[in-house]
């Protein structure tokens, strides 16, 4: 028996102190919820995609759509010259096909929860993003009035848990 007892002090004494249990941190989150408006006196048709771009895809989407208009600009610059209203149609051209690129790479990314930064709005407009961590983010929205297609912007800096509401105005050009 006191073998027995020798043993498993030494057990006992061989063994690494476990530190303390910490409570275990929470990410700390927001919540975004608001409404796309559509033009003065239009309407918005059928449901709109809403994206939360974080950080790094805001900074992916800014060069993204430089370098589209750039190309653009370099094979059409005499159309632009003659037809400066030309500009603004592959202008909005660059950013829709930015945001498609910018949505397929959110997508592939499986770090990213791709779910929880693209969502479509209710048919009233309405959009809400829940457990966004802090930092600030781009949202854009992709929709239709009537025939054509619009796209709305905007920047949100989540800051606090109490939810942030905000109506989507700005249409790019």
Do not use: C, H
């Amino acid at each position: 028996m006191l073998i027995s007892f020798i043993i498993a002090a030494v057990f006992l004494a061989a063994q690494k102190p476990q530190p303390a249990t910490e409570p275990q941190k929470t990410a700390e989150t927001g919540i975004i919820a608001g409404r796309v408006a559509p033009p003065p006196e239009q309407k918005i048709s059928g449901p709109v995609q809403v994206i939360l771009l974080p950080p790094r895809y805001t900074n992916l989407w800014n060069s993204d759509v430089q370098k589209r208009l750039d190309n653009y600009w370099e094979r059409y610059k005499p159309a632009f010259a003659t037809q400066k209203e030309y500009f603004f149609e592959v202008s909005r051209m660059a950013q829709k096909e930015s945001i498609d690129y910018i949505v397929t790479r959110m997508r592939r990314d499986p770090s990213s929860n791709a779910a929880d930064f693209i969502k479509e709005t209710s048919p009233e407009g309405k959009f809400e993003f829940k457990n966004v961590p802090f930092g600030e983010y781009k949202i854009l929205a992709l929709g239709k009035v009537g025939d054509q297609s619009v796209i709305w912007q905007d920047t949100v800096d989540v800051q606090s848990p109490i939810p942030q509401f905000f109506e989507l105005k700005k249409r790019l050009p």
